[in-house]
């Protein structure tokens, strides 16, 4: 049953993006894509009891073990959310001329395309095909970033495929590099295959795999916006189509994230966690230290959510970085979290960008006043983002904090609550300042569509049932995770 | 063919690549780049038939064979297709000067060299000088798309990166399997028909070089 | 079979090379006009240009001094003493060891500095121009063949060039190691440069925005002229010698007639691919700006340093 699954679950965003291509009207584009949503998340779930009761199960260069496990719920969850927010989101859109009507299947066939190759990425065992399906996930990607169409949205689809794809040909050499590793151990078949590699792994050559890991670090945390790599990350987060924005935010870094996490735990097997985790520590101290100066100065609202992305990113690298059980149970809690955080955070200001005609938060005044609950759910995924109790990021951010205290990492631990404290300040201020005031006259004065706002709610309810308790089940699924990572 | 003339042979053609790398890096006019990787291309086909051969190992053949049909014929044809249609001869100045920024290869080429010989036991694994010269390669091209400010000189660069991975992975002893190098090619096939599509479409919208737009910072 | 070269055949080789000289530029000089499709001048004609010129009197600059008038003598000198030293009809030492490769170099580079200072000594515009030009491109060039030099040498563990022939004995190109066919390819890069020829010099014009080295040699007349006509095309096969000494195998036949014959014949094979080479090149490339040389030298000089580097690591 469990083995079925592992093949049907990529076959269906497939098959819908086939789908897509065979009709033009927008009804029932976008009810293909809530309904084959849906099904996702419903495949997912029982997928995830039969893993539960019965472990890991693979199927050929496919694997699904409770670490993937996580990410695949992320990417189930937001890629449904993202369905139904598009749905009103389109229907502005449309209306006011961002999207044209004729292009409506490209766009669908597309992001269910782009969701078929991150599913691939999270359930992929073979090293191989992860680095095929990242590479996927940034053709289909680069061309929903620039499906606007005009010439900002060109340069930032253009900056990202060539940045993301050199980074995935680091990627691609650090995989090289430890399968020749892995090759001179145990030979030719399964030498490719992560599970497989992590029972030799201890027996490979160190100094190979060093280099290796290094190269992967760099390819991978290109994709997943690590600093200095980020370059693509802000540009291609403003340009591209919100909902796009919300799952390259949510889902796509995080896919890579795992990537990193697959060869850290091959990395520290064979050449010892202090190595892996004083690499993970540097690139997540200079990704927070870096994003932080450019959140302060920034005044387009979705590029300040992008290099906030370098920032949370950045605190996923250090909660691994630092290691140990509780660090890393933060740092996989800090990725849904922020996945469902971020990706509330999109919709909302997608809709308060399209409210307003402008990204320039001088421009976004008195949202509160025209579009109530809209405003609220901004001003809920700002706090949350800055790091408020009782939402759920604080919880990830004090567990990381406590992984770090535990392994005496003090100077990572001092910049860090520096860093997020100025952010914290920052980010409330901008967002105080949308939402409170007197509204601009160029504010629409429509009232609010109720499809975005069901995904919002949908969101903005896991991510206060996340902060205020963690449910038994999620809470064992995230402890066997991470038992996965640290062995 | 005995190992240790494979050993030569592949030496001998990864001082070849090293060379068509050179020649990417001095390419003044774009089309001459192009050709070099093409060339390029053709020498990494040539090491798998070579490696094939040592190996009896058939997936490299097919590996060679598909190299050659796609990266030494089909891609430049592509990019050459590209030059045709936008039309441009000109040269473009790079970011920094031609001279420097072979110094700067110059270097690179050492530290692989170093970095490798540092390894020791690596070389077991990896034929001959496949190692650093891969290495040497992929940071070169990396060097190719940070210098060059035009769109077809970046896609260059990504394509002689992408051969020297390439040509490490053919001299891992096993060979990497074949699925995942045809998948990998795929990639390559897709990302430079995206890549080429964007080009021609800045070009006729705004009739721009993509790789020369550079509103959006900070 | 690569004993010493004893001292008469090591003066027939550097009679030879004097003598062959204007013959490689001849036909070179023919192969470009049949590529361009045109008849040409016959294969001769340097010589005819040379006995002409030797006939004639000498005109002289009143601004020039004494010295000038023994600068193509000197010259002369120079280059055809650097032929001495580049094994011919057969591989191994000199009997009498009198230089290395590095002493040829020396020896072309001085001749390159008289020939200078002759272009500035009659205080001519275009024999400066001339002069600072070619001394603008001769420090790139030099180091670059000083290293292809030693990334053989360091295999061969000495810089004599017989030897260093002999020690790569008569294997073929299968044998090369990866350094030598960077080595190589920087040769290539160099060669017309060496020879004065596009994309570097352009030995057809006399127009002053193109030319180097002939500008240096416009204030020179008739058997002075001469001599430094002969001194560079002794140059050229000189430097054509020494690229097949460090990269074809001189092939080592014995000491009698017929071995010496058989070597003559494939040291002229050799010469004549490295001919057709360049008049390809001259053929089918436009003269570079002058500013854009250095940027052609310089992958001469990183394929040179990137061989030096293969063979060291």
């Not at chain 3, 600068?71 to 191994?92: D, E, F, H, K, S």
Request: proline share 4%; with cysteine.
């Amino acid at each position: 049953m469990a083995e079925t699954l592992l093949w049907i679950l990529p076959l269906v965003p497939t098959a819908t993006a086939l789908a897509m291509l065979t009709t033009r009207d927008r009804r029932i584009l976008s009810a293909i894509d809530v309904g084959s949503s849906a099904v996702l998340v419903a495949l997912t779930l029982a997928l995830a009891r039969e893993v539960e009761a019965g472990g890991p199960r693979s199927l050929g260069v496919l694997r699904v073990d409770d670490l993937g496990l996580v990410f695949l719920l992320l990417l189930v969850v937001l890629t449904l959310a993202v369905s139904i927010y598009t749905v009103g989101w389109l229907r502005q859109a449309v209306a006011v001329g961002n999207m044209n009507a004729g292009t409506l299947h490209f766009y669908f066939a597309l992001v269910h395309a782009f969701v078929a190759t991150m599913v691939v990425a999270v359930l992929a065992d073979n090293l191989g095909v992860l680095w095929i399906a990242m590479e996927g996930t940034t053709i289909t990607s680069a061309v929903l970033v620039g499906f606007h169409g005009h010439r900002y949205g060109l340069e930032a689809a253009w900056k990202y495929i060539i940045v993301t794809t050199i980074g995935i040909s680091f990627g691609l050499f650090g995989t090289v590099l430890v399968y020749a590793a892995a090759a001179a151990v145990q030979g030719g078949a399964g030498a490719m295959s992560w599970s497989a590699i992590m029972q030799v792994a201890p027996a490979l050559d160190p100094s190979i795999v060093r280099i290796g890991f290094i190269f992967v670090m760099i390819g991978y945390g290109t994709k997943a916006g690590l600093a200095p790599m980020h370059l693509w990350l802000p540009d291609a987060h403003s340009q591209a189509p919100t909902p796009v924005s919300a799952l390259l935010s949510g889902v796509l870094i995080k896919c890579a994230l795992l990537g990193i996490i697959r060869f850290q735990t091959i990395a520290a097997a064979a050449c010892g966690a202090a190595f892996t985790e004083e690499v993970l520590l540097v690139f997540g101290l200079i990704s927070i230290v870096v994003a932080t100066p450019f959140i302060l100065a920034q005044r387009d609202l979705k590029r300040l959510l992008g290099y906030h992305s370098v920032e949370h990113v950045g605190i996923v690298a250090l909660g691994l970085g630092f290691g140990g059980t509780v660090g890393t149970y933060g740092a996989l809690l800090h990725v849904v979290n922020h996945g469902i955080t971020k990706a509330l955070a999109f919709f909302a200001a997608g809709t308060a960008i399209a409210r307003y005609g402008s990204r320039d938060m001088r421009a976004i005044r008195g949202l509160l006043a025209v579009a109530p609950i809209g405003a609220t759910f901004l001003m809920l995924a700002a706090l949350s983002l800055a790091g408020m109790p009782p939402f759920s990021i604080f919880v990830s951010e004090i567990l990381v904090l406590r992984g770090g205290i535990g392994h005496a990492h003090w100077v990572a631990i001092g910049i860090f609550l520096a860093m997020v404290v100025v952010i914290f300040a920052g980010l409330l201020h901008h967002a105080g300042a949308m939402a409170f005031g007197r509204p601009s006259a160029a504010a629409g004065r429509e009232s609010e569509a109720w499809t975005p706002l069901l995904a919002m709610l949908l969101l903005a309810a896991i991510m206060v049932l996340l902060g205020i308790s963690i449910p038994a089940s999620v809470d064992g699924l995230f402890r066997r995770a991470t038992e996965v990572v640290v062995g | 063919m005995n190992a240790e003339s494979v050993y030569t042979i592949v030496d001998d053609l990864g001082a070849l690549l090293l060379f068509t790398m050179i020649l990417i890096i001095a390419a003044g006019q774009i089309y001459r780049a192009i050709y070099a990787v093409a060339a390029q291309s053709l020498l990494i086909a040539i090491a798998g038939g070579v490696l094939a051969m040592a190996t009896g190992n058939v997936d490299l053949w097919v590996i060679a064979g598909v190299t050659l049909g796609v990266k030494a014929i089909a891609l430049p044809w592509v990019l050459l297709w590209v030059v045709r249609r936008m039309n441009v001869r000109r040269e473009v100045e790079p970011v920094i000067p031609v001279a420097a920024t072979l110094a700067l290869a110059v270097m690179v080429v050492v530290m692989s060299f170093h970095l490798s010989t540092s390894l020791g036991p690596v070389r077991q694994a990896i034929t001959g000088n496949a190692l650093p010269v891969g290495i040497a390669l992929t940071l070169l091209g990396v060097l190719v798309m940070a210098t060059r400010k035009t769109a077809l000189h970046q896609m260059v660069g990504l394509f002689a990166s992408e051969n020297g991975i390439f040509f490490t992975a053919m001299a891992v002893t096993q060979g990497m399997p074949l699925i995942i190098e045809i998948g990998v090619i795929l990639d390559v096939i897709l990302a430079a028909l995206v890549m080429a599509i964007m080009v021609l479409r800045v070009r006729s919208t705004v009739d721009a070089d993509i790789a020369s737009l550079d509103r959006l910072r900070g | 079979m690569t004993g010493e070269r004893p001292l008469d055949l090591v003066l027939l080789e550097m009679a030879l090379l004097v003598l062959l000289g204007p013959l490689v530029t001849g036909t070179i000089q023919k192969l470009k006009a049949r590529l361009q499709c045109r008849q040409g001048a016959g294969v001769l004609q340097p010589y005819r240009d040379l006995a002409k010129l030797f006939r004639k009197g000498t005109v002289q600059a009143d601004t020039a001094s004494g010295f000038f008038r023994t600068i193509p003598v000197l010259v002369l000198a120079a280059t055809v003493a650097a032929g001495a030293l580049v094994p011919v009809v057969q591989a191994g030492p000199p009997a009498i060891p009198f230089g290395d490769a590095l002493l040829l170099l020396g020896l072309l580079a001085l001749a390159r500095f008289l020939t200078a200072i002759g272009a500035l000594d009659t205080g001519g515009a275009f024999g400066g121009m001339g002069a600072s030009r070619e001394m603008t491109i001769a420090p790139l060039v030099e180091p670059v063949l000083m290293m292809v030099v030693f990334s053989t040498a360091v295999a061969a563990g000495t810089t004599e060039l017989g030897a260093l022939a002999a020690h790569r004995g008569s294997s073929w190109i299968l044998d090369w190691h990866a350094a030598d066919f960077l080595g190589f390819a920087a040769m290539l890069v160099l060669l017309p440069s060496e020879t004065g020829r596009i994309p570097v010099d352009n030995p057809d014009t006399h127009l002053e925005l193109t030319m180097l080295h002939e500008g240096m040699l416009l204030e020179h007349s008739g058997p002075g002229l001469g001599c430094m006509l002969l001194a560079s095309h002794t140059r050229q096969i000189v430097t054509l010698g020494l690229v097949s000494a460090l990269f074809f195998p001189v092939a080592a036949y014995g000491t009698d007639v017929t071995g010496l014959l058989l070597g003559a014949a494939a040291f002229a094979a050799k010469i004549l691919v490295l001919a057709i080479y360049l008049a390809l090149v001259e053929s089918s490339y436009a003269k570079l700006r002058l500013f854009r040389v250095p940027q052609y030298l310089a992958i001469g000089f990183v394929c040179a340093l990137t061989a030096l580097a293969l063979r060291i690591l």
